[in-house]
């Protein structure tokens, strides 16, 4: 009895068909207009027109941002040309100069040549002995008319180099000596020296002395040389005895081959080495001081250069 009440409760009257059948007529008319409603929105112009606008704007955009982006990088590479250009530029101008002062040096230090002569030339008038071969440069000292001076080159622009490094103008100079004087006779000086030296001219002159004197009394041309004080042991204590056992006095003392000059011989030499009046008396000898070389004492030897003078007894 209960099972027959339960089908008879769950068999469908007519009002439930009614209402099952009009639920399913809503489903399907609502499944039909959305169906129109998506294929009259496929086809619509308008809609096609949004599409194409939207897409042609997000062209636009994506064009415009490109050329920017393409403006910008070309804008970089521009000023970076322009700015290599300037390095380059800058790079070529001190090139330039940096060639052109080094032209300008070498120039500068190939204007000027010297080549090498050996010869003796004297002071045309008074002249000035420069540090360099031009009147640009500083004046060492001056020259006397008649003047030795021994050259050692001579420059393209006409100047001599001098034996210690100096220089003198070329056309203020000539190769003909000056004419000798006789030299006069020298004064003795009032003191025990000059006594002295007289009686050992007196006492140590010989024949061969005549001799000499006679060959230098024309005046004798002769290799002049410089001496200082003998050092005489290792500790470098200096002697100035001379071979006559005087003391070595610069200005006075000279060495020189005996047998042509012979000890206590007064001698006179021509435009005087050390600026004096010329008058030397042989006081010293040595190994190597033979022939025709006068050997002058002085207290500093490398201030001076060997020369050549022409000298004469007195």
Not at 100 to 110: G, H, I, Q
Request: proline fraction near 4%; aromatic fraction near 6%.
């Amino acid at each position: 009895m209960q099972f027959r009440e339960l089908l008879n409760a769950l068999r469908p009257n007519k009002q439930m068909v009614i209402k099952a059948s009009s639920l399913m007529a809503v489903v399907i008319l609502c499944g039909l207009a959305g169906f129109a409603v998506r294929q009259t929105l496929k086809i619509s112009p308008f809609s096609n027109s949004v599409v194409a606008y939207a897409g042609t704007s997000q062209t636009t955009e994506v064009t415009t941002a490109q050329s920017s982006a393409e403006s910008t990088v070309q804008s970089s590479e521009e000023q970076s040309s322009i700015e290599s250009s300037a390095i380059t530029s800058s790079a070529a101008a001190g090139t330039s100069v940096s060639q052109s002062v080094t032209e300008s040096t070498a120039v500068t230090e190939t204007t000027i040549s010297e080549e090498e002569k050996y010869l003796t030339v004297y002071a045309s008038s008074s002249l000035n002995v420069r540090s360099g071969p031009g009147t640009e440069y500083d004046v060492v000292k001056s020259l006397n008319p008649g003047d030795e001076i021994d050259v050692i080159a001579v420059t393209s622009n006409g100047w001599y180099k001098t034996y210690n490094g100096n220089y003198v103008s070329a056309e203020h100079t000539t190769d003909v000596a000056p004419t000798d004087t006789p030299a006069p006779t020298p004064t003795p000086k009032p003191t025990s020296a000059s006594t002295a030296r007289s009686t050992s001219a007196t006492t140590v002159a010989t024949s061969s002395a005549t001799s000499a004197t006679a060959t230098g009394s024309n005046g004798t041309s002769c290799r002049i040389t410089f001496y200082g004080p003998q050092d005489v042991d290792s500790d470098g204590v200096s002697s100035l005895t001379t071979a006559t056992g005087s003391t070595c006095t610069q200005g006075r003392t000279v060495a020189a081959d005996w047998s042509i000059f012979p000890a206590g011989t007064t001698i006179y030499i021509a435009n005087d080495p050390l600026g004096g009046d010329g008058y030397y008396t042989v006081e010293d000898k040595g190994s190597g001081v033979k022939g025709y070389t006068i050997d002058i004492y002085v207290d500093d030897p490398s201030s001076y250069r060997s020369c050549t003078r022409s000298v004469t007894t007195g």
